[in-house]
């Protein structure tokens, strides 16, 4: 082994580091969601700025998104991904639009995406400016993660 630096730490012992010590940084808690849930989401944000003509033939939409398990997912990713990316104020919003809603809202409105079958109906098609389709979800399908539960979870069955 080498000596190197062996003389500049004769005598120095390691010392102990208050992590509660005042002025040292201590990590910046998280910011609070701007929407508490993938349907508020959907419903307040997405469909009122992604404005398609959906038809059924060229793209497809659900009013009932929340059927189909891989949209939901994919909308769920758009949201935290928008969360994120809405705390650059430089370019997240355009990260956010080429990296993540261009792609998963190509995927989603594919005429062989999952929204396939939704291809009949009115509450599946919108006219050129319009929101997208939207149906609400059953109450309590996605509740809002803003809001902090006090204690375990209450069984009112009993």
Not at 40 to 56: A, P
Not at 61 to 77: F, Q
Not at 104 to 109: D, G, I, K, S, T
Not at 130 to 145: T, W
């Amino acid at each position: 082994m080498s000596d190197w630096g062996d003389d500049e730490l004769e005598g120095v012992e390691a010392q102990p580091v208050d992590v509660d010590e005042p002025g040292r940084e201590t990590a910046e808690p998280a910011p609070e969601l701007y929407y508490g849930s993938v349907d508020e989401f959907v419903r307040e944000y997405l469909r009122n700025v992604y404005r398609r003509r959906i038809d059924g033939r060229h793209r497809c939409w659900a009013g009932r998104w929340w059927e189909h398990d891989e949209a939901v997912i994919r909308l769920e990713a758009l949201w935290r991904s928008w969360e994120h990316l809405r705390q650059d104020a430089a370019t997240g919003m355009s990260v956010w639009w080429r990296d993540h809603a261009d792609h998963h809202m190509a995927v989603l409105m594919d005429p062989d995406g999952p929204f396939a079958t939704a291809t009949e109906g009115e509450e599946n098609k919108s006219k050129r400016g319009e929101p997208l389709p939207y149906v609400a979800p059953p109450e309590g399908m996605f509740p809002d993660v803003r809001e902090e539960t006090d204690g375990p979870p209450v069984d009112d069955a009993h």
